[in-house]
């Protein structure tokens, strides 16, 4: 199994990026995906989920109603689009898939500057 992340940047506050996470070796449209990211010199934070039925959770109440988790199964890809971003959103953001034996990915580096 194996998970790509791309997407990330630089943007200045209230810019958006598409974050994408490529997915192989695994079924993927059965999996609950995740996002998740880390900020330096904090630990690993749950941002967002999504369900094999396509049913959103956002778990950090500073991203709702700006990220938007979603999936194309038909690609075996998942996606976070991130708008009007804020420097406390930068970090390096990995996807997960909601299985122990399925690894982290390398993550995306995120960088908001203000």
């Known amino acids: 199994a194996r998970l790509v992340e791309s997407g990330g940047g630089s943007v200045q506050a209230g810019g958006s990026l598409r974050l994408s996470c490529a997915t192989s070796g695994f079924t993927f449209s059965i999996y609950h995906m995740s996002w998740h990211r880390q900020s330096p010199g904090k630990e690993r934070e749950l941002v967002a989920t999504?369900?094999?039925?396509?049913?959103?959770?956002y778990n950090v109440d500073s991203v709702k109603g700006r990220f938007i988790i979603s999936r194309d199964d038909k690609k075996d890809t998942v996606y976070l689009q991130m708008n009007d971003l804020k420097p406390e959103d930068a970090g390096v953001y990995y996807c997960?898939?909601?299985?122990?034996?399925?690894?982290w990915g390398q993550g995306t580096q995120v960088t908001v500057s203000s």
């Open positions: 997960k898939a909601d299985w122990p034996s399925i690894d």
């Open positions: 999504i369900n094999s039925s396509g049913r959103t959770e």
